[in-house]
Structures are given as structure tokens and as C-alpha cells.
């Protein structure tokens, strides 16, 4: 696994770069630039600061945010490609998916995993050096680099199911391991143990001193966020495994859902508590379920597509729904790191490398729910018309525009826009899921659930005492009716963030078939048998390993749906 672990001589000189890129004032500060070898680091707590924001910037660039679009949107029924397509993104909605393919790569967050490792080990002898670097300062970095090699892992599992985990600091590019592969409940239990340290160690959300650290570090709002998301995917891997493994016990489906439940009411208590304390002293506001923001302004403005929750949660940014969100700020508004979403997305309704299939928005919106009009710039779900009255291609707005409907765009040199990774009402939906999805679930269950469904939707509508076509609770009383209304929920919800792909396959991990997600195909005008063949198993839903990786560390084993003769090419 040479290819995927060679960073660290690389690492000094690439922090030592990115103090050309980061503002002064960013709270991301990079370390100074003279210091690039390892003889004269590991000195101050600057040292320490710049490597941690080296592992968050991992996470936000260019390479990680277009590989959480495309392994999770564009696989999905949410996104298809333009006619001025990028031949590997056509190869991908296809599923005609080689090992070559450079999108297949897994580096980016493998280089995140051992930039982590490395901190983990090097930060302690700091304290001994730098009397400003505390036992506090240090528990706190340390917690952060446990939750981001965690959540590092955990991206790689959701995609490529079999994968090799990296918990060991690699002392030079010459010493360099070879990992196996290991079960996906295997890597999951290692990634909740990341998690439970990190879970003591880091902030309490709410404790820095600014807004932008306590939603754009690691905080313990955020670990929660990370382990209700892994406990669903436990979940549905111990559902699908069951019976075939002994990292399945009696218990653990259920076991894994409660536990996602917990987390979740937990992180909602806290934000409660946060949001509720930002009141005091304040007479006269008006509560809505769950605490959400509401569209405000008149029933005229939203009738033109104004969405002030859109606004503020993608537009101003940092709002107080949101829980995690890598930052863009200062001249990292400017350079490489930002621009994933921009070059998927595109902007100004020009394509990127990514557009909205014809029909996604009629099929699961209503003609009056905002953010079809919000999270795209679409004028109507009658037809593909986006921003002017020829017929064109429907494009992402969300990140994009500044604000709704979608006019104000953000450009190239100027993305602003921050990665969001976790929000409240993706909490909300996974709370919802998990109570609908364990075994013991019953009416009280089932009823929870539609009420967090109902106050998200009512919220997204535009007069929201005359909603067109208004959720049913009678018709979501059982199990499968219940788990569709959220899994629908939350592609009207969190479309564009990553997230689509992976419900599916969560889905079909707890349905063990594949049948109910084919669907996905038909955002294709040909070609759709092809894609659903290719889609016939479990093991077609997971990327393939790159072949350079496979040439690089030979204790790695494709993916079975993708093995050819040549699989096993040497290095030349």
C-alpha cells in the first residue's frame, strides 16, 4: 500500500505551503513555512496546530468533496451527466465502472487517516517543549484526530465495504505496511472505537471561542453525529450478515438501532440547550417543532421561491442547524482546496460535471415544497426548464447560489461555500430510520417518525397553513411505509450532500436484495437494462480499488464484481 501511505515526506513541505493559502486570522493557521523537516518540528504548538488543519483540509478539498458527490450522489437517481459529459462521470452513472478509473481512488482520505496517526503520536512530546500546549490542548487535538481518522474510515467503508484499516503511524516512506482488507463489521467496530475515545477528549460543543471552530472543528456534538451514522450502518451490514459471521451476535441489530437512537436524542438535547441559552433575555419567540428554522418573510416571497432556511444554512452559512461543516474561509476561498463542489455542480445554471435527471424532481417533490426551487434552478417540476424559458438542463444550486431562488451565484474564485458533513434534520432522519428499522418497532415508533417527517416537510413548503397533498400519518403505520416515507424524506431533504447513494445502499444491505433500488436507472435514456444488470448484487454496489493499488500492495483483493483476467498486472 506504498501509493496510499507515501505522505509523509511530503507532509512538512505541503503544510509549510499551506500557510500561502490560509488567511492569518482563519482558524485553520497554518505553521510557518521554515519549518518543514522533522529534525526542527514537533517544537510548538503551532506545529501541532498546522498538521490538525492539514487533516480537516484533507476532508474539505477539491479531491474529497467531488469523491462525496460522485460515490454519493451520482450513482444515485439524483444525478446524471451533461451532454458535454467527463468521460470517467459517464462511466460511473453507467455503471460501467473500471479500476482504472480515476475517480475509484481512495489516496485523499487514506492521506487523512495517516496525517491523523501521525499526529496521535507526535503531539504529545510537544507538551515537553512548549509550555502553552497543555493537557487540555492536547486532549482536545487528540480527540479530533480519532473522530477524523474514524470518519476517514468510515467514508472508505460506505464505498468500498473491504477495506484495510490504518492505525499505525508510518515512520518514513520506507517503511510502509501492507494491510489486508478486513470484514466491514470489523472496520465499523474499530471505528466506533475511535469514536468512544474521541467522544471524552474533544470540545463540548459550544466551547470555542468562535462559530466557525465550534462547527468547524470536531466537537462533541459532531462525534455523536458520526456515531448514530455508523450504528446505522451496523445495523444494516449485521442485518445482512447474519447467520454468516461471528461478528454477529443475537442483539446487535437491535442493539446498534438503540444506540443510534440515544445518539441522536442526545446531540438533539445539546443543541436544544445551546439553542435555548442563545434565547435568554429574548421575550416573544415562537417555538416550532424540534427547534427548526422556519421560511420567513411573506407568503408573496415564498411564493417566488424565497427560501430563508435555504439562505441561511447554505447561504449565509453556519447556522444553527448546522452540527459539522469544513470551513472555507480567507484565501482558501481562492485556491485549489474549495472547488469540488464547484466543478460538479458548475454554476450561474451552467453545468459542471453533474445535472439533475429529467425527472427527480416531479417524482419525489411537491409543486410546492421550497427546496425544489432552492436546492436547484428549476422554475417549475412541469418540465427540465432551469433558469431561462428555453428548455435546458436542470443544475444543483444548493452550495452554488447565495441565496433563493437561485440568481446569486457564488464564482469560481470566489467559493465561499462550506462542506457540510452533518446538519440537524439528517440527525433527525437518522433517529427517524433507526426507530422504524429495529426489531421491537411498534405505533410508537412509527409515530415519532412521521412527526419528524412531517415538521421537516411542513417547514419546506411554501404556506405551510395550506399545504398541497399533506403527509399522511394513517397511510406510514407499519414498517416498510414508514421506512419509504423516511428514505424519501431525506432524499427531498439532503439531495447534493452525499448522502443519496449511500441511503440505497443501507437499504438493500437491510433488505438483502437489490431489487428496490434498481430504479436508479431510469434516469437513463438508454442503457438502463445494462446498469440494472450490473446492479444485480450486493457486491455491484461498492466501488471497485483502484488498480494501482492493487499493483502497489498485494494482500488487497478486488472487488468480485470487478475482476479480470489482468487484475493481478504487475508493477511495471
Known amino acids: 500500500m506504498k501509493r496510499i501511505y507515501k505522505i509523509y515526506s511530503k507532509l512538512f513541505v505541503a503544510v509549510a505551503a499551506l500557510c500561502f493559502m490560509s488567511s492569518c486570522t482563519d482558524y485553520l493557521t497554518i505553521i510557518p513555512p521554515d519549518k518543514i523537516t522533522e529534525e526542527h518540528f514537533w517544537q510548538t504548538k503551532d506545529d501541532v496546530n498546522g498538521v490538525r488543519a492539514k487533516v480537516y483540509l484533507n476532508l474539505l478539498g477539491t479531491d474529497a468533496v467531488r469523491k462525496a458527490i460522485i460515490w454519493g450522489e451520482l450513482r444515485a437517481d439524483n444525478l446524471t451527466y451533461p451532454a458535454n459529459y467527463n468521460k470517467d462521470i459517464k462511466y460511473i452513472v453507467e455503471a460501467n465502472i473500471l479500476e482504472e478509473n480515476p475517480y475509484c481512488s481512495w489516496a485523499i482520505y487514506y492521506e487523512a487517516i495517516q496525517t491523523a496517526n501521525l499526529l496521535i503520536d507526535r503531539a504529545p512530546q510537544v507538551m515537553d517543549r512548549d509550555p502553552d500546549f497543555t493537557q487540555g490542548d492536547l486532549d ?7 473522530a477524523l481518522r474514524a470518519l476517514a474510515h468510515f467514508y472508505l467503508v460506505r464505498a468500498f465495504r473491504d477495506i484495510p484499516l490504518a492505525l499505525e503511524v508510518v515512520a518514513d516512506d520506507y517503511d510502509m505496511p501492507e494491510y489486508a482488507q478486513v470484514h466491514p463489521l470489523e472496520a465499523l467496530n474499530s471505528i466506533m472505537a475511535d469514536l468512544d475515545k474521541a467522544q471524552g477528549l474533544v470540545m463540548k460543543s459550544g466551547n470555542f471561542e468562535s462559530t466557525q471552530k465550534n462547527l ?3 466537537t462533541e456534538n459532531a462525534v455523536l453525529a458520526i456515531k ?27 442493539r446498534y438501532y438503540d444506540e443510534c437512537v440515544e445518539d441522536c436524542q442526545t446531540l438533539i438535547d445539546n443543541m436544544d440547550k445551546l439553542y435555548e441559552k442563545s434565547l435568554e433575555g429574548k421575550n416573544g419567540v415562537e417555538r416550532y417543532p424540534y427547534n427548526l428554522l422556519q421560511n420567513g418573510g411573506t407568503l408573496d416571497m415564498r411564493n417566488e421561491h424565497l427560501s430563508t432556511v435555504y439562505d441561511e444554512i447554505f447561504g449565509t452559512k453556519n447556522s444553527r442547524e448546522s452540527i459539522l461543516e469544513l470551513q472555507v474561509e480567507g484565501d482558501n476561498a481562492t485556491n485549489s482546496y474549495a472547488q469540488g463542489a464547484y466543478e460538479m455542480y458548475g454554476s450561474e445554471g451552467k453545468p459542471g460535471f453533474s445535472i439533475v435527471p429529467t425527472n427527480f424532481l416531479s417524482k419525489y417533490y411537491e409543486k410546492d415544497d421550497l427546496r425544489a426551487y432552492s436546492f436547484t434552478n428549476a422554475e417549475s417540476l412541469s418540465s427540465a426548464a432551469g433558469s431561462s424559458n428555453e428548455k435546458t438542463d436542470v443544475c444543483v444550486a444548493k452550495y452554488s447560489a447565495k441565496s433563493s ?5 457564488r464564482k469560481s474564485g470566489e467559493y465561499d461555500a462550506n462542506w457540510i458533513v452533518y446538519r440537524k434534520t439528517d440527525v433527525l432522519l437518522m433517529m427517524a430510520e433507526a426507530m422504524v428499522a429495529r426489531p421491537s418497532a411498534g405505533n410508537d415508533d412509527f409515530k415519532k417518525s412521521f412527526d419528524i417527517v412531517k415538521a421537516i416537510n411542513t417547514r419546506s413548503r411554501i404556506d405551510t397553513t395550506a399545504i398541497e ?5 394513517n397511510d406510514y403505520l407499519n414498517r416498510e411505509t414508514a421506512l419509504q416515507l423516511v428514505l424519501d424524506e ?10 443519496r447513494w449511500f ?30 444488470s450490473k446492479m444485480s448484487t450486493i457486491d455491484g454496489l461498492f466501488m471497485p480499488i483502484h488498480v494501482d493499488e492493487l499493483r502497489y500492495n498485494k494482500l488487497l483483493k478486488q472487488n468480485p464484481v470487478y475482476e479480470t483476467e489482468d487484475s493481478e498486472t504487475e508493477m511495471n
Open 140 to 146: 482536545v487535538v487528540l480527540g479530533e484526530m480519532y
Open 216 to 218: 468547524g472543528l470536531i
Open 228 to 254: 448514530a451514522d455508523v450504528n446505522l450502518w451496523r445495523a444494516a451490514f449485521a442485518t445482512y450478515y447474519e447467520g454468516t459471521t461471528d461478528l454477529v451476535a443475537a442483539g446487535d441489530v437491535q
Open 405 to 409: 431562488p437561485a440568481t446569486d451565484y
Open 469 to 473: 397533498n399533506p403527509l399522511n400519518e
Open 490 to 499: 431525506r432524499v427531498r431533504e439532503l439531495s447534493f450532500e452525499g448522502k
Open 503 to 532: 441511503d440505497l445502499v443501507r437499504k438493500a444491505l437491510r433488505e438483502k436484495t437489490t431489487n428496490d433500488i434498481k430504479f436508479v436507472a431510469d434516469k437513463l435514456d438508454s442503457n438502463s437494462g445494462v446498469v440494472k
